[in-house]
């Protein structure tokens, strides 16, 4: 049996399989996904965003056990920050711990933030499509984040939770960054700490001040306290809820539109960052462009446009199926 039909017959053993090569982006990945895609659509993409330390990874772990209660399977992403820089990682300890286990009606999976060509969404779209496919109920996908990289994981999910802590001091940059917009819940974290009130009263009313990009639904503010597991109920009401209005007309369909070009965009950057960027990619016309935009002799537009115009002309079908 192949892995996609592994993954149809719910067995976590070939989805742990094919999730190793959607992240890779290979062949085997790609034909998987293909295979698969007819089977995606059926469940509720949850985001879970906020900054490192916020308490997602506890939060979550805490919210798989409240899902499990009522009856719900669930998968869960985590995207682990790679550092271009170091290649570091700093993805939270507590769902690396709960990866290596394994529970019935739970999955796991952290991949790095970045595949090999610098693409963050392809890989986190492909292994949403799979976890899907798998027919988990509801999917987790949990970043670290603030501003523009909360945005584009807001693009790819149904639901964005937008998690905040006391102290963090970082209310004033999400307004900025128009995150607020994305927020469909926002959690204040660890409620327990001094703060947690003021926070949640100064969210609100940025909340009722900002622009909603997201229709007539006005995102609640909840206080958890995920170590103690207060709020997690609340946490999961709300989340189901916003799953039931986005189910009331054509809202739901709307937003998969909306997800569906972001991750075509997305895509479409990464073909083309491959194309250029891989080493076979340089040849003589490339290296004299390399030139003429170091010695300012061409614009990198110009060169760019260049490069486009030659592949145009000489791959009008470049092969990619899925
Ligand atoms: P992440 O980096 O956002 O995934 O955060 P973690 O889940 O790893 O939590 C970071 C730290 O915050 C850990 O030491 C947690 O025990 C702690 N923490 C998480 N939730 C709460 C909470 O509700 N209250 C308090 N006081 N600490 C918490």
């Known amino acids: 049996m192949g892995l996609a039909d592994g993954v149809l017959a719910?067995?976590?053993?070939?989805?742990?399989?094919?999730?190793?090569?959607?992240?890779?982006?290979?062949?085997?990945?790609?034909?998987?996904?293909?295979?698969?895609?007819?089977?995606?659509?059926?469940?509720?993409?949850?985001?879970?965003?906020?900054?490192?330390?916020?308490?997602?990874?506890?939060?979550?772990?805490?919210?798989?056990?409240?899902?499990?209660?009522?009856?719900?399977?669930?998968?869960?992403?985590?995207?682990?920050?790679?550092?271009?820089?170091?290649?570091?990682?700093?993805?939270?300890?507590?769902?690396?711990?709960?990866?290596?286990?394994?529970?019935?009606?739970?999955?796991?999976?952290?991949?790095?933030?970045?595949?090999?060509?610098?693409?963050?969404?392809?890989?986190?779209?492909?292994?949403?499509?799979?976890?899907?496919?798998?027919?988990?109920?509801?999917?987790?996908?949990?970043?670290?984040?603030?501003?523009?990289?909360?945005?584009?994981?807001?693009?790819?999910?149904?639901?964005?939770?937008?998690?905040?802590?006391?102290?963090?001091?970082?209310?004033?940059?999400?307004?900025?960054?128009?995150?607020?917009?994305?927020?469909?819940?926002?959690?204040v974290n660890k409620a327990d700490l001094v703060g947690a009130e003021d926070l949640a009263r100064g969210l609100r009313s940025m909340v009722t001040a900002s622009p909603r990009d997201r229709g007539d639904w006005s995102p609640p503010v909840l206080r958890c306290s995920a170590t103690k597991g207060e709020g997690i109920p609340q946490l999961a009401d709300a989340v189901i809820d916003h799953f039931a209005f986005l189910k009331t007309d054509d809202r739901l369909q709307r937003r998969r539109r909306a997800a569906a070009k972001s991750e075509i965009v997305d895509r479409v950057n990464a073909v083309i960052a491959r194309r250029f960027s891989s080493a076979d990619a340089r040849d003589d016309l490339t290296d004299r462009l390399v030139d003429d935009v170091a010695q300012r002799r061409m614009t990198s537009f110009a060169a760019a446009r260049i490069l486009l115009d030659r592949w145009r002309s000489s791959e009008p079908n470049t092969g990619e199926s899925s």
């Open 10 to 187: 719910g067995s976590q053993r070939a989805l742990a399989r094919l999730a190793t090569h959607v992240e890779n982006d290979d062949d085997v990945g790609r034909a998987g996904l293909l295979k698969l895609f007819p089977h995606t659509g059926r469940a509720h993409v949850v985001g879970v965003t906020g900054p490192p330390g916020a308490g997602k990874s506890t939060l979550i772990s805490a919210l798989i056990g409240t899902l499990l209660e009522r009856r719900f399977t669930v998968g869960v992403v985590a995207i682990d920050p790679t550092s271009p820089f170091s290649g570091g990682a700093t993805l939270g300890d507590r769902i690396r711990m709960l990866e290596r286990q394994s529970f019935p009606g739970v999955f796991i999976r952290s991949m790095a933030s970045r595949g090999r060509t610098g693409g963050l969404a392809p890989a986190t779209a492909g292994m949403i499509h799979l976890l899907d496919a798998g027919g988990y109920d509801v999917i987790l996908v949990e970043t670290v984040g603030v501003g523009q990289e909360q945005v584009d994981i807001g693009c790819l999910v149904d639901t964005l939770v937008l998690i905040q802590v006391p102290g963090s001091g970082d209310a004033v940059q999400l307004l900025k960054a128009g995150v607020l917009e994305f927020a469909d819940v926002i959690v």
